[in-house]
């Protein structure tokens, strides 16, 4: 079967392209390069030995968008990635983000209403429920006003999907991530943040590796056990085997709605200290760390219910988070040896 998906060359794309291979998926990747480069499908080659093919365009074209559907009408299924998703650039730069994260969702609905091309995954976030009422969170609990502009474009997205299939033959799934972290255990492929990384295991990493000095914490009076905010931080290549999962549950009409829903979380939450922890007790080394105030817009604690992911997908988060600092501090220390 063959499988667009956009944002190809990112973190979670790239490791899902490397789990639809595995599956024998064919995959075609549409990436505009603003957050990765193109070697990466060259490092998807050296892991399944199939180099994915990559056209080099925004999504946010209209007529580049709707050429690319009507030369490849024969895609069974979409994964979509791509968007920008830093929460802090999004409150200083919103149109930016809701002119790349919705536009490009609106091209490719239409291209794929134009082209009767049925199936799309949509990469969603746990953002949306913001500080959930209830723990676990459920994929049933409030939706919240959103924290930032990215936070909306992932609500309003969910939205534009929704009213689309209401009014179409169109299917989609929308997973909403927990915290991904951790690398493909080859550490041949990872998270590349450009710059200063705004997430927590990018800059553990970072900063042991001599990078950065020193990673702030940020806050210890959160009413948690050790003060430090919870979040529940899920092994990427668990996350790409969860979007083989459902593409191919749309593709083989097994789907209980023309919309569905799932929370892709583990259903442990752990805090910012015992991040660290495990960071230091998978590596044997001591990261330089200090408290300071907390940052603005960061919720307190959240983890996931994913019992019905778990019984109606068949799909269950498998590595702990040990195995999930360790492969993050593979893939940094490979990054660093290939210099
Ligand atoms: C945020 C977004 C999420 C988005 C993700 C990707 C929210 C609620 N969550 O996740 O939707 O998909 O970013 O960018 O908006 N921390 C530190 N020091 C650091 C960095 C982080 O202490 O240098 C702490 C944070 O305060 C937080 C935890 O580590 O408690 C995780 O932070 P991070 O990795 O940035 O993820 P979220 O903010 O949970």
């Known amino acids: 079967m063959k499988i667009l998906v956009t944002g190809g060359t990112g973190f979670i794309g790239s490791h899902t392209v490397v789990e639809l291979q595995a599956k024998k998926h064919d995959v075609i ?9 193109a070697d990466i499908v060259d490092k998807i080659a050296l892991i399944s030995g199939i180099k994915p093919e990559l056209e080099v365009f925004d999504l946010t074209d209209k007529d580049l968008t709707s050429d690319f559907f009507k030369r490849h009408n024969d895609i069974s299924g979409i994964i979509h990635f791509a968007a920008f998703k830093a929460v802090g ?8 983000y809701y002119r790349n994260n919705l536009e490009s969702l609106v091209n490719i609905l239409q291209g794929m209403k134009d082209n009767n091309i049925k199936n799309i995954v949509f990469s969603s976030s746990c953002t949306v429920y913001g500080q959930p009422d209830e723990l676990p969170v459920s994929e049933n609990a409030p939706i919240k006003l959103a924290e930032s502009p990215y936070g909306n474009t992932k609500q309003i997205s ?3 999907i929704k009213d689309t299939v209401k009014a179409t033959d169109i299917n989609a799934v929308a997973l909403r991530y927990f915290n991904p972290i951790g690398a493909h255990k080859s550490a041949i492929i990872g998270e590349l943040p450009i710059g200063v990384p705004n997430n927590l295991v990018p ?6 590796i001599g990078i950065r000095e020193c990673l702030s914490v940020f806050g210890d009076t959160y009413e948690t056990p050790d003060g430090t905010a919870i979040r529940d931080y899920i092994h990427v290549v668990d996350l790409a085997e969860a979007h083989v999962i459902a593409v191919d ?12 829903v ?3 979380g583990t259903g442990n939450g752990y805090s910012v200290l015992e991040v ?3 960071f230091e007790k998978v590596t044997g080394l001591k990261l ?5 105030d907390r940052r603005e817009g960061d919720i307190t604690q959240v983890w996931a219910n994913p019992d019905y992911s778990n019984n109606e997908l068949g799909w269950k988060a498998k590595k702990g988070i040990d195995e999930m600092t360790l492969s993050a501090w593979k893939w940094e220390q490979a990054l660093a040896n290939n210099k």
């Open 29 to 37: 990747i549409v990436d505009n390069l603003s957050n990765s480069s």
């Open 89 to 96: 650039e999004s409150v200083q730069k919103p149109l930016l």
């Open 158 to 160: 969910e939205e534009i």
């Open 203 to 208: 800059f553990i990493t970072q900063t042991a």
């Open 249 to 260: 549950r749309m593709i083989n009409n097994k789907m209980k709605n023309n919309y569905e």
């Open 262 to 264: 799932f929370n892709l």
């Open 276 to 278: 660290i922890n495990s």
């Open 288 to 292: 330089n760390y200090k408290i300071v």
